[in-house]
């Protein structure tokens, strides 16, 4: 029984001391992420550009249409076609 007790031992000392590193890495985390918040600030994404559709081929834009009813058998409606 004397092995029994000290595995019982060993394994809350290991589960406490994971649990104790698993916190600490958690408020590291956080503290970290607030800092971060506070202090960097957020960069600016720029606007998008007006309608891109008149950049279009009005072929390629017909051709997008009809795949778009093929392929959702009518259901499907095409509103906005942009250049990536």
Do not use: D, R
């Not at 001391?17 to 800092?35: A, D, E, H």
């Not at 918040?37 to 950049?55: F, G, I």
């Amino acid at each position: 029984m004397n092995n029994f007790g000290e595995a019982i031992v060993l394994m809350a000392v290991g589960m406490s001391t994971v649990f104790s590193v698993l916190v600490l890495v958690i408020l590291t985390g956080k503290m970290l992420i607030s800092l971060v918040n506070k202090y960097v600030p957020e960069e600016e994404k720029p606007e998008a550009k007006s309608s891109n559709t008149a950049a279009i081929n009005p072929g390629i834009e017909n051709a997008i249409m009809a795949a778009v009813e093929t392929i959702t058998g009518g259901k499907g409606k095409v509103e906005k076609i942009e250049k990536l």
